[in-house]
């Protein structure tokens, strides 16, 4: 078996969506400067929503779940990985062929089920008309979640990774000529999104057969390992089915408020920065990893890989979610307020950026437990779960509505996430030592959060200190600046001093990365 270097394919997926998120950062600063909270801005919210909700079953969701296991393990014993992936893509087409036509024709249904609060007023008009557009995206993206976890699972993760790249270049570029030419902002960003798929899935197949995996569409066939694919991932499916309906109860919640759907986009945005950095990263390099060593029978390799995860992902994670809790006013007012968003704007999205915050090592911590079911083909017993989180979040989202208002789908989520750990925690027991983290993570991670505390002092001093730049119009891109640095070097040196990792594995392991 060709190893997959954990810490390398980390880092080289993480350099990418780093840049893919930091890129979304500005499409967010660039929306709420030309948009701004309100109806066009929770119209394109709900509408860009229905194709990602369907993704989440499509592409690097339920699908990827079952699919990249069982890629992984033909690709390791020689089993005509690239006839299966054919057959996978010809039923994967023909499937999401079908759904995007339904769901054009039956768009105000499905914009009713997901944004009621919308109906009776201008938004809900939009979203149907947004949603038309930008719907066939989930064809698109789904087709490159195929090839991107073809790629991933031989060990090529560049490609997939820089991907989502041109989805916000395209965005942001979009944008600003409709705006320099008086268009209508709104209709050139809803329009780049489709085009955008086209670009994605391009790249990505290019670089599949770049990398020998020549892979056509055909006619579709029911094969014995089609139904083991869809006996996987229906449970998978079902999950991710849940996982969104979190989401809509949330938005369902949100749309009984006015600019609510809209600060709640952006404080997502914002905590997405990370968590797509780290927890998707580690996920993405994670199961193809366990799903080849469980294959070549090498317990102890999977143990080790398992416990490195975590520990990778929890040391950026765990001081990121700190920063998020400790300034999150100083983040949204300098990134976010400006054009049509407001101080009012800014001190709403903070406050849902900090509880977001709170959850984001329970949403990274997810990428290193689910992959130790899916590596085994088990998609029922995270289904089962994310039942349980289900409830959770709409007894507290709809129940807290009344008494808290529009934040109450941020505190769901939030418990929401923490409840699907201690829930995949106590599966991942049974599976024996090969799922337990080691002596290392045990000895590690007290330090980590040693670190990250005190990295969080120093930044809340800064503020003290700084705190009238960042107010200032000549000097707040600066001063932000300066915070963020003076984070990243204060948490560098206090793990250095405590012992939580080695800042010379990073460097050498993104070393590497760049150079796969």
Known sequence: MKPIRLLSGIMTVGFWTLASRVLGVVREVVILALIGPGPVLDAFVAAFRLPNMFRRFFAEGAFNAAFVPMFSKRLEADEDPVGFARDALSGLATVLLVLTAVAMIFMPALVYATAGGFAGDERFDLTVGYGRIVFPYIFLISLAALFSGALNAGGHFAAAAAAPVFLNILVVAAMLTGHLLGGDVALWLVWAVPVAGVVQLALVWVAAERSGLRVRPGRPVWSDEMKTLVRIAVPAALAGGVMQINLLVGQQVASQFDKAVGWLYAADRLYQLPLGVVGIAVGIVLLPDLSRRLKAGDDAGGREAF??????????????????????????????????????DSAAIAVAVAIYGLGLPAFVLQKTLQPLFFAREDTRSPFRYALVSMVVNALIAIGLAPFIGWIAPAIATTLAAWSMIWLLALGVRRMGPVARLDDRFR????????????????????????????????????????????????YGMFGQMLGAFRMRDFVNAFRRGKAR
């Open 307 to 344: 416990s490195r995860a975590s520990e990778y992902a929890l040391a950026l994670t765990i001081p990121a979610a700190i920063a998020l809790v400790v300034i999150p006013l100083p983040l949204v007012s300098v990134l976010f307020e400006r054009g049509a968003t407001g101080p009012d």
């Open 443 to 490: 000895g590690r991670i007290w330090r980590i959060i040693g670190a990250s505390v005190l990295m969080g002092g120093t930044l809340w001093l800064t503020v003290l200190l700084i705190g009238p730049y960042l107010a200032r119009a000549g000097w707040r891109y600066l001063a932000l600046a300066a915070l963020i640095g003076i984070g990243i070097l204060s």
